[in-house]
């Protein structure tokens, strides 16, 4: 399983690719907003921090604007990927800049119809969100179940990226399944390692090796 990281903040994507447990990152407008900083340097920094695919979106949503912002994205790293939205327009443009191996991410995906949408349309990945189907009342995982389904079925290559993951609960949900990959706020990164009982654990095999020391 590969861990992305969902996040376009510096110090989190080094603390965590530090772990040596990251294979790329994910980035969104709002994320990118957050940081108040030039966009595309910003992009060129993460990928010298991560070497693996850095999705960076675009924000236009007519199909030449699409292309024109992909195609700049595409030209700042060769890890860059094309984030594109899940519209008519979109399908378009994933197909034109996949053709110009660029690769893309299709997102804002909430049903397995749009996953075989962007799958048939040549996306390289596909991001299906699944804590803002949760939000909604439904089973996001579901979704990725059956993309990922739909994918053994008819043999396509698209990547499913398991996106908007809000716990530790998430991970183990698209392990249990074998989702392929993951994106993950650093929030819940870091949680994944940590347990009461390993700290419990640990501070008692500390104190007892104190305790057993010879005094001077
Ligand atoms: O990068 C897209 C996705 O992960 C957004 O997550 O938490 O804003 O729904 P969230």
């Not at 979106?57 to 890890?79: C, F, P, Q, S, W």
């Not at 990922?148 to 290559?157: G, H, L, T």
């Not at 990226?161 to 716990?167: D, K, L, N, T």
């Not at 095999?205 to 305790?211: G, P, Q, T, V």
């Amino acid at each position: 399983m590969k861990f992305f990281l969902d996040t376009a903040n510096l110090d989190e994507l080094r603390k965590a690719a530090a772990m040596g447990l990251v294979d790329g990152v994910t980035t969104n407008p709002s994320l990118v907003a957050k940081e108040k900083r030039d966009f595309h340097s910003l992009v060129r920094e993460i990928c010298e921090i991560v070497h693996g695919p850095v999705s960076a979106e675009v924000v236009a949503t007519d199909y030449e604007g699409m292309l024109r912002e992909g195609r700049i994205l595409a030209k700042i790293h060769e890890n860059v990927v094309v984030k594109i939205p899940m519209i008519a327009e979109g399908l378009r443009a994933i197909r034109t800049l996949e053709s110009e191996r660029i690769r893309v991410n299709c997102t804002l995906c909430f049903s397995a119809n749009q996953c075989l949408l962007a799958a048939k349309a040549g996306a390289s990945f596909v991001s299906p969100f699944i804590g803002r189907l949760d939000d909604a009342g439904h089973d996001g995982m579901d979704v990725i179940a059956q993309a990922m389904q739909i994918n053994r079925n008819y043999d396509f290559q698209t990547q499913i990226i398991v996106a908007s993951v809000r716990h530790p609960l998430h991970v183990v949900q698209a392990a249990t399944i074998g989702a392929p990959i993951v994106t993950i706020p650093y929030k819940v990164f870091e949680a994944l390692h940590q347990h009461p009982l390993t700290e419990l654990g640990l501070a008692r095999f500390l104190s007892d090796w104190e305790k057993a020391k010879p005094s001077k």
